[in-house]
């Protein structure tokens, strides 16, 4: 054990003993809760751990300090786009301003935030060519069932009632399957042609009158733009369906092509991807959706409005009846829109434009390194967009050696593992995104990793296989997680214990 | 370039590695055609610069308000030790935990998280997150037709009106049905889920898979949550929660009075109000369907060495191995908020917990008194807990008015829930332990010169008909 | 070598007649592919399943897969060890891990299914 450095953590309610902590709140007279009735109060009070201050934050400091983060170092992971995040904008989400306001507030006490929300409409709008953006789900997911759900509204509104397929490239994320399924519709899997773009014949055959909508994510989630797209927009249009954008891969396009000009109705976008806010260990994230002309009409309500006079406010409950109604409560995670906010406006044009040419140029040179090394199979050798993929699939055959191990291997090399596993139509596939925040000397560090780890599969494949050795814990029992869960912490029974001060 | 390490020099190096001499040469698999215009936006702006247009923005909204303004969104004393946490950037720039030995910071905090909820709402499994109170409930709806196999839900008009709209929309895309349960108009129960309308509903019609019901409503009264559960019970239907964690302090919980599931918003537990989010969307149920309950799950386990460790699981539920057959599609939750929530707790306690919460109440019952004195009485007459309405006419304008004097008054029932007119003419006010004694007095002060100077008695008569008699 | 006296379906489904009775599992390449087992979604008892047709779920830590019956009729019995300990399915496939009986609806619906050596030809192609 050592002094500084990770350590693994009692839970809170171990450390909790009865009469700690306090200090933090007023009490209140004592008679208080009189007029609630006994039979709508708490017979037992929760069982809270109690802590004083030192030990609760020294708790929440070492807990910290067994987390990977983009703050400690590389993520290569692809799909996620875990580029830097910004300090400036953690401050500016903080001002009090915008962190005080209450979200019912009257629109004439909320015309920053308004304008905010409204400007960021636009600029998000510009970036994606499309017409108008609502920036109400929470998350790409979220923003996904938005657009799916405009788009049923825009075919029910035409009495075009059997329009109830979605159809998807096998290669797609999961959550737009998930997505149709929630809006009630089936997803036909398209396959991929062998340089991994749509399968044009396989696309043509799924298409008919029951398509509602095509999901396609451009560039592909094999790092490839599709350069049929066009002609995949213009298949599905003339089948009377409508094309949705999952934009997870915006940073490999900015200011290089704008869906919405080149025919795409609908598009997500995610800020916790492209636009630099914090992951946050899991979320908060947010899924701006734009929409062209034919979807205006359905964007979730409350959209916000700019008046001939220059202020700002919200469409009023009601005013808008063609809408899809709501997602979610109040206008949107403007917590996270403001730090997204924050980074559009630092960068503008000339900056987005330097983003996308910095990350694709990234990408494609830690697969030309790894390519040239011959330690990994590269299936799409050719010019990618701001992701690839490698695979450990010859490693495999020749070793045993599998990508799952060379990524907890890779952790032993002090970086996050990439995508492994995904998209599920390559074996033994990892996605690696390097972004454009990285150096050339961390791409070379993590490439020289890499090669290592191929080489160390032929000469001590055991090293590998049994791999994390330097992180907090080895591997996990996943198997009895799931069979015996154990979902939270069951504290011994014990009695009521008195206010300490 | 603001956060870019590359050089012109570094960029050289990587291009002559693929034999280019250009970046272009990398995007020339976009067809001419498909081209973008060129992106029509301000020049980038120094930090300097980025941080006086944030304050100045920051300082167009009125934030120095003296605020009653409660709806779903409230206002908590929150400990600087939390923020202070939260800006470790090993918390906030953390990714999702799928490589749980490097992430057992992120995953043990998920657990504790779990576990602190389920000691709240009085039940056993917890998801790691949802998105809000709305998306949440409207989930747990979802989750109740799965369970039962029946198509039909039924809604408290009680409930949040966002809320209810949320679920409108996603029960529209699933293409089940919901009806909505009408609240009493009169009498002792007024404001509340009108339990005979219930057991009519429940009786009549498409076989019910849940009933959802808000404690404390969205009126701020206190519901017959028992009754409601054992209506619902009775008819084979599950029962739905919808609840306000800082009142879990003091008030029964789901798992005591027999709700299945329980959903609710977050954002209480010290998160501030942000205008509308991130929040938390909270979403809890029993053991019997944990696998039907969306979202991630943290669990206990051990690693090769027999250490303790926790990960995430039973993820064969979750859209990335489901796919079209998972129960959501909810990937991103609000993991950072989860932490937010828990810190808060840790930092309370369940008697700073329980003071807070009773603060509230003892603050409301101040407020109560002064704007009934003011001229403005209660609209309603069951017991609440620190939110409830009062009876003002003109209330839009009333509130208008008062808002120019620096007070925000709460808010307009009859523009929020327009298709309530049991509610028209009222606000919808509410006091938290940050509420001030001198607020109270100056809110009332201004109310009453707003109502005397409307030419009406201070004591005027209640708006909902039959209220006064048998109250 | 799989057992010589089942049959056993393309999805990797395998079943021993006795009689009018069908005994149903999945086969020891099928638990490799999943992986550790932990939840088995059997059906009630009393229900009907046609042949081919889904009669469960079979969930491990990284996958979901569909249970599809080998031969149509009524589940008379689910194997109760499952919910307990589902990692039978990976330790006995054959044996122990067996997941549900039915009574045969129509015996001649064997004769559709691949016999061991058409089974062991189809997994070496896999």
Not at chain 1, 384 to 404: D, P, Q
Not at chain 2, 159 to 167: A, G, N, V
Not at chain 2, 210 to 223: C, D, T
């Amino acid at each position: 054990m050592t002094v500084a450095g990770p350590r693994l953590q009692p839970t809170l309610f171990e450390l909790s003993r009865p009469g700690r902590g306090g200090g933090k709140v007023p009490h209140p007279p004592a008679d208080a809760l009189e007029r609630i009735p006994p039979d709508q109060r708490r017979e037992t009070p929760p069982g809270l751990p109690e802590l004083n201050e030192p030990e609760l934050v020294r708790h929440y400091v070492n807990l910290s300090q067994l987390n990977y983060a983009v703050d400690t170092g590389f993520y290569p992971l692809g799909s996620c786009t875990m580029k830097w995040n910004p300090k400036v904008n953690e401050w500016a989400a903080r001002l009090p301003g915008f962190a005080g306001l209450h979200p019912m507030a009257p629109d004439a006490v909320a015309q920053g935030t308004l304008q905010l929300l409204w400007e960021l409409e636009q600029i998000l709008a510009e970036i994606s060519g499309m017409r108008a953006v609502t920036l109400q789900p929470a998350a790409g997911a979220h923003g996904e069932l938005t657009g799916i759900l405009m788009i049923r509204a825009y075919h029910a509104a035409r009495g075009d009632h059997d329009r109830t397929e979605v159809l998807v490239p096998d290669s797609a994320h999961g959550t737009n399957p998930a997505t149709a399924t929630m809006a009630g519709l089936r997803t036909v899997s398209v396959k991929a042609a062998p340089d991994g773009g749509v399968d044009l014949g396989a696309f043509r055959a799924a298409i008919g009158p029951r398509t509602a909508a095509v999901m396609i994510t451009n560039p592909s989630t094999m790092g490839l733009f599709e350069s049929r797209i066009g002609e995949l927009i213009e298949i599905v249009h003339a089948a009377g369906g409508l094309a949705y954008m999952d934009g997870a891969n915006l940073n490999a396009i900015l200011g290089r092509f704008k869906p919405g000009e080149a025919g795409f109705d609908v598009m997500h976008i995610n800020t916790h991807k492209t636009f630099s806010t914090p992951h946050g260990g899991g979320g908060p994230g947010a899924g701006p959706v734009g929409v062209g002309e034919k979807l205006l009409p359905y964007l979730p309500a409350p959209r916000v409005l700019r008046e001939p006079d220059g202020s700002f406010r919200l469409e009023r409950p009601g005013e808008r009846p063609s809408s899809i109604g709501r997602m979610r409560s109040f206008v949107g995670s403007t917590g996270v829109l403001v730090r997204a906010y924050a980074y559009l406006r630092t960068h503008g044009a000339s900056g987005l434009r330097e983003i996308t040419d910095d990350a694709v140029l990234a990408a494609n040179y830690l697969k030309t390194r790894l390519a040239d090394s011959g330690a990994y199979d590269i299936p799409f050798p050719g010019v990618c967009k701001h992701e690839f993929i490698a695979s450990a699939s010859s490693i495999k055959k020749r070793t045993g050696v599998r990508t799952l191990d060379i990524a907890k291997r890779l952790l032993d090399h002090g970086f996050h593992a990439p995508t492994v596993y995904f998209p599920l139509t390559v074996d033994e596939a990892m996605l690696i995104e390097p972004t454009e925040t990285e150096s050339v000397e961390t791409l070379d560090a993590f490439a020289d990793a890499l090669i290592e780890i191929a080489h160390e599969a032929d000469t001590d494949p055991e090293a590998v296989t049994s791999a994390p050795h330097d992180a907090p814990v080895r591997r996990l029992d996943e198997a009895t997680a799931a069979r015996n869960p154990n979902l939270r912490w069951r504290p011994a029974t014990g009695a009521w214990t008195p206010c300490p001060d | 370039m603001a956060y870019g390490p590359h050089t012109p020099a570094d960029r050289e190096r990587m291009l002559a590695a693929l034999g280019m001499t250009s970046v272009d040469e990398l995007f020339a698999d976009i067809p001419a055609e498909l081209r973008a215009s060129p992106l029509r936006l301000d020049p980038p702006e120094p930090e300097q610069e980025l941080m006086a247009r944030m304050a100045a923005l920051a300082g167009r909204n009125r934030v120095g308000l003296a605020s009653f303004l409660g709806a779903g969104a409230y206002r908590h004393f929150s400990p600087p030790l939390v923020d202070q946490l939260l800006l470790r950037g090993e918390w906030y720039t953390a990714y999702t935990p799928y490589q749980p030995e490097v992430s057992q910071g992120t995953l043990q905090s998920i657990y504790e998280y779990e576990s602190l909820l389920a000691e709240l709402v009085g039940l056993d499994v917890v998801s790691a997150s949802h998105y809000d109170g709305a998306a949440a409930t409207a989930e747990a709806a979802l989750m109740t037709c799965r369970a039962t196999g029946r198509g039909r839900v039924l809604v408290s008009r009680a409930i949040h009106p966002h809320y209810r709209q949320t679920l409108e929309t996603y029960f529209g895309g699933a293409g089940l049905r919901f009806d909505e349960v009408p609240i009493v108009t009169s009498g002792e129960r007024a404001g509340t889920t009108d339990l005979e309308a219930l057991g009519r509903l429940l009786a009549d019609g498409e076989p019910v898979a849940g009933v959802l019901a808000a404690q404390p409503s969205f009126y701020g009264l206190l519901e017959p949550m028992a009754e409601i559960g054992r209506l619902a019970h009775a008819a084979g239907a599950l029962f739905v929660a919808v609840v306000e964690p800082v009142s879990l302090g003091v008030l029964a919980p789901p798992g005591s009075y027999g709700a299945d599931i329980a959903a609710g918003e977050g954002q209480p537990l010290g998160i501030a109000l942000q205008f509308g989010g991130p929040y938390l969307g909270i979403l809890a149920c029993t053991d019997a369907l944990v696998r039907q309950i969306p979202g991630r799950l943290v669990g206990l386990t051990t690693d090769l060495d027999g250490r303790r460790a926790f990960v995430m699981t039973l993820q064969a539920r979750e859209q990335h191995i489901r796919r079209e057959r998972a129960a959501s599609n909810i990937c991103t939750n609000q993991a950072l908020l989860a932490l937010a929530a828990s810190i808060w707790l840790g930092s309370l306690g369940p008697h700073g917990l329980r003071d807070v919460a009773a603060m509230g109440a003892s603050k409301a019952t101040e407020l109560e008194a002064a704007l009934s004195g003011a001229g403005a009485p209660r609209l309603h007459p069951g017991p609440y807990l620190n939110e409830f309405a009062v009876s003002v006419p003109d209330a839009a304008g009333v509130h208008r008015r008062l808002l120019d004097r620096g007070i925000l008054a709460g808010l307009v029932l009859g523009a929020a829930v327009p298709d309530e007119p049991s509610v028209a003419d009222a606000l919808l006010v509410c006091a938290t332990e940050t509420t001030t004694s001198g607020e109270i007095q100056a809110f009332a002060r201004a109310l009453a010169e707003e109502l005397g100077l409307a030419g009406r008695a201070p004591a005027a008569e209640p708006v909902v008909a039959g209220a006064g008699a048998g109250a | 070598m799989v057992p010589g006296d089942l049959r056993y379906t393309k999805d990797h489904e395998w079943v021993r007649i006795d009689g009018d009775h069908a005994t149903v599992g999945v086969t020891d390449f099928a638990a490799n592919q999943l992986g550790d087992v932990v939840f088995v979604d059997l059906p009630a008892t009393g229900r009907a399943v046609e042949q081919f047709a889904t009669f469960g779920v079979v969930e491990s830590v990284k996958a979901v897969s569909d249970l599809f019956a080998p031969v149509g009729g009524e589940v008379v019995e689910t194997n109760p060890a499952l919910a307990e300990h589902p990692e039978l399915v990976n330790g006995d496939p054959f044996g122990q891990g067996w997941m549900i009986r039915l009574k045969v609806a129509d015996s001649a619906q064997v004769d559709g299914l691949l016999d061991p050596a058409a089974y062991e030809k189809l997994v070496s192609e896999s």
